[in-house]
């Protein structure tokens, strides 16, 4: 298990927390790995009714470790990233997100598979894969179009424009935004909390009739989205987008909005 992951157990209630402060919860392969075996042993454990995901009251993540993704860039389905999302993908209990701060990348596209999703008014998400020399990725390409429409899904997937908590939960990406961190992951404890008091095999039934139709495409997109972003993180523009990103002292995201 990673040292940058920590788990919380209340009764039935699950809380997975990165914590990684110091490089704002960036993403390495051990956090993915980690996270996936989390869900996994979740999903095979009756005592785990729901999970609440949160990077804590400052920061959910500023997606991936850039240096480490680099240095071993997936190359397949079995790649960490990919086994975490599969098991998020797969996983038939509830999972509630609590976000503050930056939501980059993954940090926007893997709220797209939780149950619930709350905010904090001043999170500012991202997919800034294009700026990047790379694809969107997990679902994103088929989900928010769906969701947002084409013209809005293009400014955010196409150009990578940052948008707020605020605007997340008025499209539809996210329940609620509330005023601050700590309020976000009260919040978010608390509507997990109403999942301990329903019948489990009920709510496991009923997330996975809610998510049923266009299943299967959406598992076809996400293969293709990622066997795409894995030669993209090889071309020669990804390589330059990448190398002056991490030469950057201090990254600077808002040069993807």
């Known amino acids: ?18 914590h990684r402060p110091d490089k704002k919860n960036a993403l390495t392969r051990a956090m993915y790995a980690g996270m996936a075996e989390v869900l996994d042993e979740a999903e ?12 804590g009251e400052v920061c959910f993540t500023s997606g991936n470790d850039v240096a480490d993704f680099i240095q071993a860039p997936p190359s397949g389905l079995n790649s960490e990233v990919f086994q975490f999302m599969r098991a998020l993908f797969e996983f038939s209990k509830p999972v509630v997100a609590a976000v503050a701060g930056p939501a980059v990348g993954i ?49 955010l997937l196409l150009l990578g424009q940052a948008f707020t908590g605020e605007q997340a939960a008025a499209w539809g990406i996210a329940n609620l935004a509330l005023e601050d961190g700590a309020a976000t992951l009260n919040k978010a404890r608390e509507m997990a909390q109403r999942f301990l008091q329903l019948a489990p095999s009920a709510v496991a039934d009923s997330k996975r009739l809610m998510r049923a139709p266009d299943r299967e495409q959406l598992r076809q997109v996400i293969e293709e989205e990622g066997a795409l972003f894995g030669q993209r993180l090889r071309s020669p523009e990804a390589v330059e987008a990448l190398t002056a990103f991490m030469q950057r002292r201090k990254p600077d995201f808002s040069r993807f909005s």
Not at 44 to 55: E, I, K
Not at 118 to 142: A, H, I, W
């Open 1 to 18: 298990m990673s040292e940058h992951l920590h788990i919380e157990r209340d009764g039935g209630l699950l809380t997975l927390r990165m």
């Open 44 to 55: 095979r454990d009756p005592s785990v009714r729901v999970v609440l995901l949160t990077g």
């Open 107 to 155: 940090g926007t596209t893997l709220l797209l598979h939780c149950d619930l999703v709350y905010v904090s008014r001043d999170t500012q998400l991202k997919m800034p894969f294009v700026n990047l020399g790379l694809c969107p990725e997990y679902g994103s390409s088929l989900i928010l179009p769906r969701l947002l429409g084409h013209a809005r899904a293009a400014e």
